[in-house]
T-cell receptor
């Protein structure tokens, strides 16, 4: 069975500092990995994905993530956080290309202080 | 505008009263899915559909039904709602195994 863990419920950073949101996964096959963001009272928005290829994936709003197969991790990063990045972030995984079941982590609340 | 729409956005109902939450997408996507979001649990998949007349259970299907008679619509049916189904529900669609587009959510309260 596939699963995702986001070990931190909350991440607090100062504006301008680097931001990292951690994600680890467990799959039996090859993972498709995704990051989504949810702003207050909004639906989820897609940030980036890893399917295959380069381990460093760049996405929307200056975010990037690094796929690490040996550590089964897919951490989300932003070099310089903005107050507007404050939101709820979800990591998600799909086990195989043909498996349409998508599992989400519990989410990490990011607060960027001015 | 490409979008996923859900109706109603807010619903308060009583235990046992059947309800349907509609979901529609205008992007001609094959894949559609329903999730519920609960604090501390993230999003959990209820049902998904790979195409018309093809549906399958997600992680928490108990107490829910779905149907996919048309490509654009994927309604979620609660035949006999119970208070533990009080939650925030999201519908999503995607062309294949790519990223999903989410609807705005339906906040359901079952008394």
């Amino acid at each position: 069975a596939q699963s995702v863990a986001q070990p931190e419920d909350q991440v607090n950073v100062a504006e301008g500092n680097p931001l990292t949101v951690k994600c680890t996964y467990s799959v039996s096959g090859n993972p498709y990995l995704f990051w989504y963001v949810q702003y207050p009272n909004r639906g989820l928005q897609f940030l980036l994905k890893y399917i295959t290829g380069d381990n460093l994936v760049k996405g929307s709003y200056g975010f990037e993530a690094e796929f690490n197969k040996s550590q089964t991790s897919f951490h989300l990063k932003k070099p310089s956080a903005l107050v507007s990045d404050s939101a709820l972030y979800f990591c998600a995984v799909r086990d195989m290309p043909d498996d349409y079941k998508l599992s989400f982590g519990a989410g990490t609340t990011v607060t960027v202080r001015a | 505008e490409a979008q996923v729409t859900q109706n109603p956005r807010y619903l308060i109902t009583v235990t046992g009263k059947k309800l349907t939450v509609t979901c529609s997408q205008n992007m001609n996507h094959e894949y559609m899915s329903w999730y519920r979001q609960d604090p501390g649990l993230g999003l959990r998949q209820i049902y998904y559909s790979m195409n018309v007349e093809v549906t399958d259970k997600g992680d928490v299907p108990e107490g829910y039904k779905v149907s996919r008679k048309e490509k654009r619509n994927f309604p979620l049916i609660l035949e006999s709602p119970s208070p533990n189904q009080t939650s925030l529900y999201f519908c999503a669609s995607s062309p294949t195994s790519a990223e999903q587009f989410f609807g705005p959510g339906t906040r359901l309260t079952v008394l």
